[in-house]
């Protein structure tokens, strides 16, 4: 008995090693297509300026900084792309948990993640250390291939069925357009008044480093529309 029990804890150890181990090489050849349309994207941007067809005011870069992460500078804005090098189970109480989809195959339940935050791009240049970013959205993506997006606005919106849906370059390119497009449309907010009336004497001798006052897009506001997440569409018939 002792034999087979842990012949079983073997085969488990086996099995979800293995699982896991497929969805991080799943995950990190996605994160390699994305790095490969954004170079695409970045191309044609260039090409656009060479034609004339826009301004070249304005640059549109791309920056690979290691295997997990990237980031897109366009006006002041900065968008990071991150790969969580770890596999996670989706939460129980999560609608996509309550699918066919998921109960005919529980190990369909586990991804990889790939997140996007929004930064101002000021805040690196001049070492705003204290400067707040956000989290636009995050990328599952499991065993299969499939993929659903929590996310804000345009790139929660883009319609994805988990049971259906293929993370393949069209919807990588559509992920990335989309949160570029959300990044444009979230724009910077004048802080309330009172939050930077009062202000210290080391603050004041510590402005010209930029650390007078905490910069983001939405520091010292809510909206309803900013703090709306979009989980996706979940098929639970």
């Keep these: 008995m002792a034999a087979d029990k842990q012949a079983n804890l073997f085969k488990h ?14 995950t ?7 790095k490969e349309e954004v ?24 920056q690979d900084k290691g295997d997990f992460e990237f980031e897109i500078k366009f006006g002041g804005d900065v968008l ?17 948990m309550n699918t066919p989809y998921i109960k005919k195959d529980k190990e369909r339940s586990y991804c990889g993640m790939i997140q996007v935050f929004n930064f101002l791009a000021d805040s690196f240049k001049y070492g705003r250390e204290n400067d707040a970013g956000y989290m636009i959205g995050r990328i599952l993506v499991n065993k299969e291939n499939h993929y ?7 790139i929660g919106m883009i319609y994805h069925n988990f049971e259906k849906s ?17 990044t444009l449309n979230f724009d910077l907010l004048i802080p309330p008044y009172d939050k930077i009336s009062l202000v210290s004497v080391e603050a004041i ?23 709306k997440e979009v989980k996706g569409h979940f098929n639970k018939k």
Excluded: C
Excluded at 13 to 26: E, R, V, W
Excluded at 148 to 154: N, S, V
């Design 13 to 26: 150890i086996a099995g979800k090693g293995s699982l896991k181990q497929d969805i991080y090489t799943i």
């Design 28 to 34: 990190f050849d996605i994160f390699q297509n994305f």
């Design 39 to 62: 170079k695409k994207m970045v191309d044609s941007y260039s090409l656009a300026i060479e034609k004339k067809t826009i301004s070249n005011r304005v640059p549109f870069e791309y």
């Design 80 to 96: 990071l792309f991150f790969m969580h090098t770890n596999i996670f189970e989706v939460p129980r109480q999560h609608e996509v």
């Design 148 to 154: 659903f997006i929590e996310g804000k606005k345009e």
């Design 166 to 182: 293929l993370l393949d370059k069209i919807a990588i390119k559509q992920i990335i357009e989309s949160a570029i497009e959300y």
């Design 205 to 227: 001798n510590k402005a010209w480093q930029g650390s007078l006052m905490q910069t983001g897009k939405r520091v010292g506001f809510k909206f309803q529309s900013d703090e």
